[in-house]
């Protein structure tokens, strides 16, 4: 049963330090999406990759974050410095890229900066 | 308006009745659109694809209204295990803008 995985879980950070987050999306998709989600915003989508190409990063606050796909195996989205109002959960998600495209999510990693 | 909008509920319904979500969308130019399910502290997850001509997969059944710019989700039979947040799904531009989601409670 393929799956997203994403690392870390669970995160509790000190405001103004370093956060990676980790993804691997299923084996095949080219598709890889970062989510945000809050209670007051919902889901809302920072980054899209396609082949590993960023096609679009508008909902990201570019002064703090970014994000990369060093190999197709791999995704990672930094927060550096991190801010209180980071603290939400961060999903991963891939897909095929072929229409309808369906997205699979990752279970998430809770971010809490303190 | 907001790009895909609902009604956050929660909508409370004992077991065996029938509910009905709505959503609205509004970007015209859409071709895809779902349901996905999302659990208290996990992930999205699919429910179904919405078609043109409306589908069914068990007691779930979703339909789209393009002119209205509308879809629903009818639920019958509810169950406990329904309870969730139903999060309406348009597909815009290669990529996906979701509801914030409508919170169901089924109660025994």
């Known amino acids: 049963d393929a799956r997203v995985t994403q690392t870390p879980r669970d995160k509790v950070t000190e405001m103004g330090q370093e956060v990676t987050m980790r993804c691997q999306p299923i084996l095949g998709h080219n598709t890889v999406f970062w989510y945000r989600q809050t209670m007051m915003q919902g889901l809302e989508l920072l980054a899209y990759?396609?082949?590993?190409?960023?096609?679009?990063d508008s909902g990201m606050p570019k002064d703090r974050f970014s994000a990369e796909m060093p190999d197709a195996t791999l995704a990672t989205l930094k927060i550096q410095p991190s801010e209180p109002r980071d603290s939400a959960v961060y999903f991963c998600?891939?897909?095929?890229?072929?229409?309808?495209?369906?997205?699979?999510f990752g279970p998430g990693t809770r971010l809490t900066v303190l | 308006r907001k790009e895909v909008e609902q009604d956050p509920g929660p909508f409370n319904v004992p077991e065996g009745a029938t509910v009905a979500f709505n959503c609205t969308y509004s970007?015209?130019?859409?071709?895809?659109f779902f349901w996905y399910r999302q659990d208290c502290r996990k992930e999205p997850k699919l429910l179904m694809s919405?078609?043109?001509s409306g589908n069914e997969d068990g007691r779930f059944t979703a339909q789209l209204n393009r002119a209205s710019q509308y879809i629903s989700l009818l639920i019958r039979d509810s169950k406990l295990s329904d309870s969730a947040t139903y999060l309406c799904v348009v597909e815009g531009y290669s990529t996906l803008t979701f509801g914030k989601g409508t919170m169901l409670l089924v109660s025994p």
């Open positions: 919405v078609y043109s």
């Open positions: 970007n015209s130019a859409s071709q895809s």
């Open positions: 990759f396609r082949n590993r190409a960023p096609l679009d």
């Open positions: 998600a891939s897909g095929t890229g072929q229409p309808p495209d369906t997205q699979y």
